[in-house]
């Protein structure tokens, strides 16, 4: 069901983002008050890296191995690279573009669940992020819950749904990517940098809200040690993607390359989190419809609180 969705919305949501992105005219400093805003919550960030390197951090899962694999100093690059890459003022972008603030058209009946909207229509809402930043950087936001899902998927046994999710990004990426060089007349090398984002962005929320904060998955249908399998998971993944983003061994890459990268690790990781026997699939959506819980911002905020050490312990 939700590939469909993306299905049905990934062409116009491409083509309104890649409209917003392309605009010529505007402040350089709208939205400075965010990014100074931003610069605290990501702090973390590089607390965190640093923190994958501590000796007293036995067992080590494979989000510090990787880390180690990648070294202290290229890992801090990283997290160097994404700042400087955030502080851009290369587009004007809305800048929270997760799914959360995507509203889709109603569905004509609410017991038939296999149906969305027949116009495909949707609104993209909560603008108070909106800011100068770098090219890419709403597509980027977009693909970490997906992929979320799609790893979702893939340890629930369903690994169909998971690689047509992937598809779905890709889907995404190349009808951004287009729109972009009619809209904006951006180049081949402007596609690169702003892939190169995209990674970047994507990777720093995968690594930093699910994998550190578990933010927003509550949503997923899974608990226990599938939870923290998928935490791990999406932490290797946003690391990865980091990299992809950042890292310098992929400065000189062409886009093809940087794409390929991309999903070939990610279908390695639903190779992996597939089990060899199928679990029992259920719906979540259901759930949530039968509990009366929506998802909005303010359901998140009431997760990030949960979520945070108030004492500061």
Known sequence: MFVRLL?????????????????????????????ETLKGWYTAQTDLIKSLFDFENDPMD?????????????????????????????????SDTHVFNILVEKKPDVSTLEHFGPRGSFALCDWEMAMACSLGRDIGLFYPFPLACSITHAINGNKQFSLDILNCLGLLWSEYASALSKTGNKSEEDLKNAYHTVMGQAGSFLFSVYYHRAIQMEFLPLEGNQLMT?????????LHCLNIGFGREYEKCNLDELRSKFTTI????????????????????????????????????????????????
């Open 7 to 35: 299905l049905r919305i990934i062409p116009k949501l491409a083509q309104g983002l890649a409209k917003l992105n392309s605009v010529n005219e505007f402040d350089p400093d709208y939205g400075y008050q965010v990014k």
């Open 62 to 94: 494979r989000v510090s191995k990787l880390a180690k694999e990648l070294g202290l100093s290229a890992c801090l690059h990283l997290d160097t690279e994404f700042m400087n890459n955030l502080l851009k003022t290369d587009s004007l972008a809305h």
């Open 230 to 238: 998928a935490r791990e998971s999406l932490g290797y993944l946003g």
């Open 266 to 313: 990610v279908y390695k990781e639903i190779e992996r989190c597939t089990p060899v026997r199928p679990s029992r699939q259920f719906m979540r959506s259901s759930m949530l419809r039968e509990s009366g819980r929506r998802v909005s911002d303010a359901g998140l905020y009431a997760s990030i609180i949960s979520n945070l050490d108030v004492e500061g312990n």
